[in-house]
């Protein structure tokens, strides 16, 4: 299996990939939309409102929760998602600056 040199890029870039990667399927979307309309939402709750097996919507917050996306608190069985504010606003922070680099060098094509 081919190396794939992440490390010949800066920070910036990987995280910015990273982020693009936890947002590069659209049960993930679909996740974050749901968190965002009910504030914090159990597993199950999840699983009732997409059309996807249990396991993979877990899968899917995992993915989240290890990019930064969202948090998970554990009570009694299950475990309770919300966005995660602080983490939010970097990501959207980063996710602007990315898209204003562009228009502030108002570059011409071809």
Request: charged share 15%; with cysteine; hydrophobic share 40%.
């Given at each position: 299996?081919?190396t794939?040199?992440?490390?010949?890029?800066?920070?910036a870039?990987?995280?910015?990939?990273a982020?693009?990667?936890?947002?590069?399927?659209?049960?993930?979307?679909?996740?974050?939309?749901h968190?965002?309309?009910?504030?914090?939402?159990?597993?199950?709750?999840?699983?009732?409102?997409?059309?996807?097996?249990?396991a993979?919507?877990?899968?899917?917050?995992?993915e989240?929760?290890?990019?930064?996306?969202?948090?998970?608190?554990?009570?009694g069985?299950?475990?309770?998602?919300?966005?995660?504010?602080?983490?939010w606003?970097?990501?959207?922070?980063?996710?602007?600056?990315?898209?204003?680099?562009?228009?502030?060098?108002q570059?011409?094509?071809?």
């Amino acid at each position: 299996m081919g190396t794939t040199k992440t490390e010949v890029f800066t920070e910036a870039q990987n995280e910015l990939a990273a982020l693009a990667k936890a947002l590069g399927h659209p049960a993930r979307i679909a996740i974050l939309e749901h968190l965002m309309k009910t504030n914090s939402c159990v597993c199950g709750d999840i699983v009732d409102v997409l059309p996807l097996a249990q396991a993979t919507v877990s899968q899917h917050l995992k993915e989240l929760k290890a990019a930064g996306l969202i948090q998970g608190q554990i009570s009694g069985t299950s475990v309770c998602y919300c966005i995660d504010p602080l983490q939010w606003e970097k990501y959207g922070t980063i996710l602007k600056a990315f898209f204003a680099e562009y228009q502030l060098q108002q570059a011409k094509c071809c």
